[in-house]
């Protein structure tokens, strides 16, 4: 299965609500990172987060890090409809020089 | 300029063409890699190239060619391809290799195998 896996697959909100986005990942980690993309798209990377940090902040994003639970979320404040995208996690194992990506969430958000 | 770009954007082919997709990066970066996306799915990674050299290769088929001409360029001649191998292939570029540093996508190529 995958390194890293993501819940929910599909989210909808409405303008104005926070999304929030879960990330597991089964071996240790040296980081992990949030990607977007949007339809058909590049991604785009948003924030990175060390195994040794819990939280970290980049404008709406809020991004946790639990490494007893191999879990991680990603909290998007005041969505917008441009958020509208498919929000990815990626994982750099230890023992590892590639990254892995989880199966990503869709994120759709209602003006 | 931190942008990476791919030519073309659209490529529609037979089984028994041959074609290349092409990488441009000019942010002074030393590892590129292809990644592969089918629809709903996450990327795939296919090859790595640290400093023009080869570093990981995902055991892609050989009708999948990589080649890094110098450490701007990256190049994926296809040739002989199955329909299944129809996706959106990516670059993307990083400062050095290893999964601890940010990777800069390209937009993609849309890939048709008829």
């Known amino acids: 299965s995958q390194q890293g896996e993501e819940d929910p697959q599909a989210l909808s909100i409405q303008e104005g609500e926070n999304a929030t986005m879960n990330c597991s990942y089964k071996t240790s980690i040296n980081n992990l990172q949030w990607y977007r993309q949007n339809s058909g798209r590049g991604l785009v990377h948003l924030i990175l987060?060390?195994?040794?940090?819990r939280e970290k902040h980049s404008g709406r994003l809020r991004v946790t890090l639990d490494t007893s639970k191999k879990s991680s979320s990603l909290l998007i404040t005041a969505s917008r409809a441009a958020d509208t995208a498919s929000y990815f996690c990626?994982?750099?194992?230890?023992?590892?020089?590639?990254?892995?990506f989880g199966e990503g969430t869709q994120l759709t958000v209602n003006p | 300029d931190t942008e990476v770009t791919q030519t073309p954007k659209h490529l529609v082919m037979g089984m028994t063409n041959k074609k290349s997709l092409k990488c441009e990066q000019h942010?002074?970066?030393?590892?590129m890699y292809w990644y592969k996306q089918k629809a709903k799915k996450p990327p795939e990674l296919m090859f790595v190239y640290s400093y023009e050299k080869l570093s990981i290769n995902e055991s892609v088929p050989s009708r999948f060619s990589p080649e890094c001409p110098n450490s701007s360029l990256l190049n994926l001649h296809l040739h002989a391809l199955q329909p299944e191998d129809s996706a959106l292939y990516l670059c993307?570029?990083?400062?050095?290799?290893?999964?601890?540093?940010?990777?800069?996508f390209g937009p993609g190529t849309r890939l048709t195998v008829l």
């Open positions: 990626a994982t750099d194992p230890r023992r590892g020089s590639r990254l892995t």
């Open positions: 993307a570029s990083s400062h050095v290799a290893g999964g601890g540093n940010e990777q800069f």
């Open positions: 987060i060390r195994s040794n940090e």
């Open positions: 942010m002074g970066h030393r590892a």
